[in-house]
T-cell receptor, first 116, second 110 residues
């Protein structure tokens, strides 16, 4: 079974530029998550989709970050404009249903963003 | 106070030895707990869930102490391949929101 796919794997941009990341979850998984992992920290949830609806975006910096999951499958996360503190690994994860007690989240390889 | 706190380590462990470490969580209403493993520059992967009565998976044993709000992971007969960062994870709501600790680094040496 194919895992969660993400692209690009690496991205280097200058501050104030914009960037977009793409995620393709495991086939049939209803729930998709975007996490930000800063070096030395654990992943932090940015946004959670259930099919194409947003379940939780309470920690998404909405002044610069946006995400969408059109058609309830693939998702894109965008940062515009980027700041130095956005340098991190952006992880996409998916789970079969709502991620409740017995539902495992499977992570993609991540996109490593460096903002100069 | 952080919601999930872990000793960052590193825990340097001779091959074949036993290592154990804890994590504490702040939300007493949390119901589900997990240990994820993250290799250097890789994505996190579920190692095991932590059940109320404690559970074992091969060389790995997880314990939950609700009264003191901590979770522990014990690795017996450590292998070189056990070298990784172990993330303590708490399920914070019924929609699957996970709160991750910063991780405990384990280095198994020959």
């Amino acid at each position: 079974e194919a895992g969660v796919a993400q692209s690009p794997r690496y991205k280097i941009i200058e501050k104030r530029q914009s960037v977009a990341f793409w995620c393709n979850p495991i086939s049939g998984h209803a729930t998709l998550y975007w996490y930000q992992q800063i070096l030395g920290q654990g992943p932090k949830l940015l946004i959670q989709f259930q099919n194409n609806g947003v379940v939780d975006d309470s920690q998404l910096p909405k002044d610069r970050f946006s995400a969408e999951r059109l058609k309830g499958v693939d998702s894109t996360l965008k940062i515009q404009p980027a700041k130095l503190e956005d340098s991190a690994v952006y992880l996409c994860a998916s789970s079969l249903t709502s991620g409740g007690r017995g539902d495992t989240q499977y992570f993609g390889p991540g996109t490593r963003l460096t903002v100069l | 106070r952080k919601e999930v706190e872990q000793d960052p380590g590193p825990f340097n462990v001779p091959e074949g030895a036993t290592v154990a470490f804890n994590c504490t969580y702040s939300n007493s209403a949390s119901q589900s707990f997990f240990w994820y493993r993250q290799d250097c520059r890789k994505e996190p992967k579920l190692l095991m869930s932590v059940y109320s009565s404690g559970n074992e998976d091969g060389r790995f044993t997880a314990q939950l102490n609700r009264a003191s709000q901590y979770i522990s992971l014990l690795i017996r007969d450590s292998k070189l391949s056990d070298s990784a960062t172990y993330l303590c994870v708490v399920l914070t709501d019924s929609w699957g929101k996970l709160q991750f600790g910063a991780g405990t680094q384990v280095v198994v040496t020959p």
